[in-house]
């Protein structure tokens, strides 16, 4: 979780900024020595970094000879960044419009940055689907955002089909959900963790996952989407009949059904 230095910093404050609020915070009132003195801003800084603060709204200031320093209120601060946020956002909706946007190759793959850029993806890909979503994924991979977005998925679509590697303690109570049950058979064949997530079959983000390094693209190609899918798809209808007809194939096949992946 990100602290509160880290989200601030985000939304333009700087660290003296941070320091001082988070002082002011702490305490009823506050003169510019002690505000000083408790933050670890230096006293040459401390007044500009208060005015600039009681310029953004963040800080008051009394009327008197001694003056007296008091931050808002964090609902307050919390309820005047979300007004701005919101704002941007309509207005930057609003440019948007006004842009005519290129057709654009659909045959390229698009490298993903990062693991966090990697979850990003997937949620938005997730979230945006308008008929069907095809997953595998595995269990350490998934946050309770992504449980909330995959569930109002399965309510929102026709087609909701998860294979879930599980490699934690985690378990999800997602209703077309099928436990693959060979990880560490994966894991050796690949070496590492993989995503696949694929959407109206128009888009698909697909790679592997080493611990948090990760080796990932999305892409509109229809020859990698069609791959994809099918990959989720065989993977659901082997474990249907493992899940239907565990004793018949574990007789055939051992009790792990470590058989099955004697094909050579």
Do not use: C
Not at 6 to 35: A, C, D, P, W
């Amino acid at each position: 979780m990100l602290d509160i230095s880290t989200i601030m910093r985000k939304y333009g404050f700087n660290e003296s900024e941070i320091k001082v609020y988070l002082t002011l915070i702490n305490h009823e009132q506050m003169t510019g020595y002690e505000v000083s003195k408790l933050s670890g801003v230096a006293r040459s800084k401390v007044y500009n970094v208060l005015e600039n603060l009681i310029q953004k709204n963040m800080v008051l200031v009394n009327q008197t000879e001694n003056k007296m320093y008091r931050a808002i209120p964090t609902d307050e601060f919390l309820a005047r960044l979300e007004h701005i946020f919101k704002n941007d956002l309509k207005n930057l909706k609003q440019g948007f419009k006004e842009i005519k946007e290129p057709k654009r190759d659909a045959g390229n793959l698009w490298k993903v940055n990062d693991y966090t850029s990697m979850i990003e993806k997937i949620k938005y890909v997730i979230s945006n689907a308008k008929e069907s979503i095809y997953i595998q994924i595995w269990t350490s991979d998934i946050d309770d955002e992504l449980v909330n977005l995959i569930k109002l998925a399965e309510k929102r679509l026709t087609k909701v089909v998860i294979i879930l590697f599980k490699d934690s303690e985690d378990n999800f109570d997602f209703k077309n959900v099928y436990y693959h049950g060979f990880e560490k058979d994966k894991l050796s064949d690949f070496g590492s963790r993989w995503i696949n997530v694929v959407a109206d079959n128009k888009q698909v983000v697909y790679g592997t996952i080493n611990h948090h390094t990760t080796n990932v693209i999305w892409t509109e190609n229809t020859a990698m989407i069609s791959l994809a899918s099918e990959y989720v798809k065989h993977d659901a209808y082997t474990l249907k009949i493992f899940r239907d007809l565990p004793e018949d194939l574990k007789k055939e096949y051992g009790v792990d059904f470590e058989g099955v992946r004697e094909i050579y």
